[in-house]
């Protein structure tokens, strides 16, 4: 089953949770995201998890990138070009 997100809704809520910083909830919201991101398909991917998991990394506090680092083995393994790759690599 594919999952069809709504770009402004996805990245609201989805940066929110995974800027909490009660550990407890930061690692449901990680496993939720990581969840969404496996029913996604490929372009939805590279479209919505992609710049969450940049906007994550450029965070002030440690519980954004922390959060980025959680979802990067899931997402780098749905990714098949090596564009998006590069990207999510640097």
């Not at 407890?24 to 939720?32: D, F, M, W």
């Not at 995201?33 to 969450?52: C, S, T």
């Not at 083995?73 to 690599?89: M, N, P």
């Amino acid at each position: 089953m594919q999952l069809r997100l709504r770009r402004p809704r996805l990245h609201s809520r989805i940066l929110y949770l995974l800027s909490l910083s009660r550990s407890l909830l930061l690692g449901q919201a990680v496993e939720s995201a990581n969840l969404v991101i496996q029913g996604l398909d490929n372009a939805a991917v590279v479209e919505h998890v992609l710049p969450v998991i940049q906007k994550l990394t450029l965070g002030d506090w440690f519980t954004a990138r922390v959060s980025a680092c959680g979802l990067f083995a899931a997402t780098y393994a749905r990714l098949t070009d090596a564009a998006s790759k590069a990207t999510l690599r640097a």
